[in-house]
C-alpha cells in the first residue's frame, strides 16, 4: 500500500512533490536566480573572453549534471532544486543570446518561436498528465516536463524582455518597471479569482526580463543615456553576480533550516485543490486580455517616441594613434589578453570565411571593450581613446554600432590586424 506520507511512482520510485510551495520565498529567490543568469552569463562570457558559444556548452554540461541530480531525488532538497534553477537560469539567457548574437536571428522571432514551444510542452504536458499545476509534480514524467518548461521560460522571458529595450530603448532602471508592474497587475487579478495555474506561469515568465532588468541596471556603467538619467551602478557583472549568489544561498539555508517551503506530506501534495469560481475566473482571463492589450499599446507608443537604440561609438577616428603596443601599456595584461583573443578569434572566422562566426566574436569584443571602459579609462586616456578608435572602425566592418551594412572579409581582416597590433 502507499504510505501516507509518499506516492510511488510508475517506476517504483517513492516521491514527494518536488516542487517548493509557492510563498513570497520562491518569487524571491526566483528573482535572484534570474538576475545571476543575466549577470553571470554575462561575465563568463565577455570578462574571462570564453565566448559565447564555449560558455554555452560549458553550462549545457553543467546542466545535465545537476538536473540529473535533482531528477534522481525523491522529495524536494531546497539547495540542488534551486542551483538548478539558477543553471537553467544561466543556460537558458546563453540559448537565446546565440540566436541573437551568433545566429543574427531577430528578437521578434526569437520571442515567436519560443512562445510556440512552450505553448507546444504545455500541450503535451496537458495531454499527457491532464494538469499543469506545480503542486501535483509527484512523478518523473511531470518533473520532466516542469523542468522543461522552466528552461523554455528562461529563453522566452530573455527574448521578450531583450526586444522590449530594443523596441523602446529604455535604460535599465526604467526597463524594471513594466514586468513589475505587470507582475502586480497578475497578483490582483490572482487575488480576485483568476486561475491559478494560468497566473503563475506568467508571472514565472515575466521573472525572467525582471531578474535580467535588475542584474543590467546594478551591472551597467554611471553614463547618462539622457540628461539627468544614469544608466546603472557600475557594480559590474562580477559584483552583481556575487552579491546575487550570496543572497541566494543566504535564502536557500534559511529555507534548508525552517523547511518553510516544503509540501510535507503526501496528502498535501495530492489533495485535490479547491475549485475556483468560473465567472471570476472568466472575468479576470478578460482583464488578462486587457492587461495584454494595454502593454501592446504601450510599447507601440514608446517605441515611436524619440529615442536611441543601442549607442554608437562616439566617432575618435581622428583622435591620435599610438605606435603599436604603446596604446594598452598601462593596462592590466589580463584584460589585454582577453580583448586579443576575442579579436583574434574574430581574425580567424574572418579568414576561414565563417562571417557569423566573425560578426559574435567581434560583437562579444565590443562588449567586453565596453564594460571594460570604467577602469581602463581612468589609467590611460590617451591609450585608451587610441585602441577605442580603431576598435570603432572593426565595429564599422561589420555593421556593429553602426547604420552601413558588413563590409567584405578582407575589410574585416584589415582592420582586425590594426587592432591586435594596437592591442600589442
Known amino acids: ?15 514527494l512533490n518536488k516542487v517548493p510551495e509557492v510563498t513570497i520565498w520562491f518569487w524571491v529567490i526566483k528573482v535572484l536566480c534570474t538576475t545571476v543568469g543575466e549577470s553571470f552569463a554575462d561575465w563568463i562570457n565577455t570578462q574571462l573572453g570564453v565566448g559565447l558559444v564555449n560558455t554555452a556548452w560549458i553550462f549545457t554540461a553543467v546542466l545535465v549534471v545537476v538536473l540529473a541530480v535533482q531528477l534522481w531525488l525523491k522529495r524536494y532538497v531546497p539547495f540542488p532544486y534551486w542551483l538548478t534553477v539558477v543553471v537553467v537560469s544561466v543556460t ?11 545566429l543574427n536571428v531577430p528578437l521578434w522571432i ?7 514551444l512552450l505553448a507546444v510542452v504545455f500541450g503535451v504536458w496537458w495531454l499527457r498528465e491532464r494538469t499543469l499545476s506545480i503542486h501535483s509534480v509527484t512523478t518523473f514524467s511531470r518533473e520532466s516536463f516542469y523542468w522543461l518548461t522552466v528552461l523554455v521560460t528562461f529563453a522566452l522571458g530573455t527574448a521578450t524582455g531583450d526586444w522590449t529595450l530594443e523596441l523602446t530603448g529604455w535604460s535599465p532602471g526604467v526597463s524594471v518597471l513594466l514586468p513589475l508592474g505587470l507582475i502586480a497587475a497578475i497578483t490582483m487579478l490572482r487575488r480576485f479569482g483568476a486561475n491559478p495555474v494560468l497566473s503563475f506561469w506568467l508571472a514565472y515568465i515575466l521573472t525572467r ?18 540628461p539627468g538619467e544614469p544608466t546603472g551602478l557600475a557594480l559590474g557583472t562580477f559584483t552583481t553576480s556575487l552579491i546575487f549568489l550570496g543572497l541566494i544561498l543566504a535564502t536557500v539555508v534559511y529555507l534548508t533550516v525552517t523547511r518553510s517551503d516544503v509540501t510535507e506530506t503526501f496528502e498535501a501534495a495530492h489533495a485535490a485543490r479547491v475549485t ?4 471570476k475566473e472568466r472575468v479576470a482571463l478578460a482583464g488578462f486580455g486587457l492587461l495584454a492589450v494595454a502593454t501592446a499599446a504601450l510599447l507601440v507608443w514608446a517605441h515611436g517616441q524619440p529615442h536611441v537604440g543601442p549607442a554608437p561609438e562616439t566617432d575618435t577616428t581622428s583622435a591620435v594613434q599610438l605606435p603599436p603596443g604603446q596604446a594598452v601599456k598601462h593596462f592590466p595584461p589580463a584584460k589585454v589578453g582577453a580583448l586579443r583573443t576575442l579579436a583574434s578569434t574574430s581574425l580567424k572566422d574572418a579568414r576561414s570565411g565563417d562571417a557569423a562566426g566573425a560578426h559574435a566574436a ?3 569584443l565590443r562588449d567586453l571593450w565596453d564594460a ?17 578608435a580603431q576598435m570603432d572602425k572593426v565595429l564599422k566592418t561589420f555593421g556593429i554600432d553602426h547604420s552601413n551594412p558588413p563590409m567584405s572579409p578582407a575589410q574585416q581582416e584589415s582592420e582586425l590586424k590594426a587592432l591586435l597590433a594596437d592591442l600589442g
Open 362 to 364: 567581434a560583437q562579444s
Open 110 to 116: 526569437s520571442s515567436a518561436v519560443f512562445s510556440v
Open 372 to 388: 571594460d571602459q570604467a577602469s581602463l579609462e581612468p589609467l590611460d586616456e590617451t591609450g585608451w581613446t587610441s585602441v577605442d
Open 209 to 226: 526580463p525582471l531578474g535580467a532588468n535588475i542584474g543590467d541596471w546594478l551591472a551597467s556603467p554611471k553614463v547618462a543615456e539622457s
Open 1 to 15: 500500500m502507499t504510505t501516507t506520507t509518499e506516492a510511488r511512482t510508475r517506476s517504483g520510485r517513492l516521491m
Open 92 to 102: 537558458g539567457t546563453l540559448y537565446t543570446d546565440i540566436l541573437t548574437d551568433r
Open 276 to 279: 475556483g469560481d468560473p465567472r
